[in-house]
């Protein structure tokens, strides 16, 4: 069965340095993809990055990446120089194809970025 | 203007009532989903709607039932609301179509229900 896992509740970072977001999944689909949505306090769902699973290279838009191992099935979020508002709840999401596309969400992690 | 919108944006209501959340979306996107987010759980897949003809049941159905009135609305109603049924609800939809470069879903601003 699908399933989404994020271990870390809640992170500290200090502005300007990167941070790390673990996010690990469980499938038996081969093909299937990953996205993290940025949650900030006002409580909108904000998309911020994909990648699929016979995509080769880690995905990157602007200060995020996707530290995408396949074999240990991990999907990583790496925010770069941290912002104050980077201050969010961040959720990790897997859709399958076996599952006719049907998105699930991890639990989530509260980043708190210290100024 | 938003182009998923939920209405509506708060509701508090009493245990045995019966109530609609509205999600109307402009994109023109042909799948629609609705679900709920509690602290610690994420967000929960309750319905989802792939076009007007289809619809399915998610992770966690029972309470709730749907309906996909047109391709740009999709309700959800609870038919007898029961306190546990507090959180937030998030409608959002996607497109499917060949040219949709990553699928991701686009999330209305939420409804906070509260049933007391």
């Known amino acids: 069965a699908q399933k989404i896992t994020q271990t870390q509740p809640g992170m500290f970072v200090q502005e300007k340095e990167a941070v790390t977001l673990d996010c690990t999944y469980d499938t038996s689909d081969q093909s299937y993809g990953l996205f993290w949505y940025k949650q900030p306090s006002s409580g909108e769902m904000i998309f911020l990055i994909y990648q699929g699973s016979y995509d080769e290279q880690n995905a990157t ?7 995408f191992q396949k074999a240990r099935k991990s999907a990583n979020l790496v925010i770069s120089a941290s912002q104050l508002g980077d201050s969010a709840m961040y959720f990790c999401a897997m859709r399958e194809v076996l599952t006719c596309f049907k998105t699930i969400f991890g639990a989530g992690t509260r980043l708190f970025v210290k100024a | 203007d938003a182009d998923v919108t939920q209405t509506p944006r708060n509701r508090i209501t009493k ?3 019966r109530i609609m959340l ?3 979306q402009t994109k023109g996107h042909d799948r629609m989903y609705w679900y709920r987010q509690d602290p610690g759980l994420g967000l929960r897949l309750i319905y989802y709607s792939f076009d007007v003809k289809d619809i399915n049941k998610g992770e966690i159905s029972d309470g709730y039932s749907v309906s996909r009135q047109a391709q740009a609305k999709f309700s959800l109603s609870l038919e007898s609301a029961i306190p546990n049924q507090t959180a937030l609800y998030f409608c959002a939809t996607s497109d ?3 040219g949709a470069q990553y699928n991701e ?6 409804t906070r229900l509260t049933v007391l």
């Open chain 2, 105 to 110: 879903q686009f999330f209305g601003p939420g």
């Open chain 1, 61 to 67: 838009e602007g200060r995020y990446s996707l530290n």
């Open chain 2, 96 to 98: 499917q179509s060949s």
């Open chain 2, 15 to 17: 245990t045995g009532k």
């Open chain 2, 22 to 24: 509205e999600c109307s």
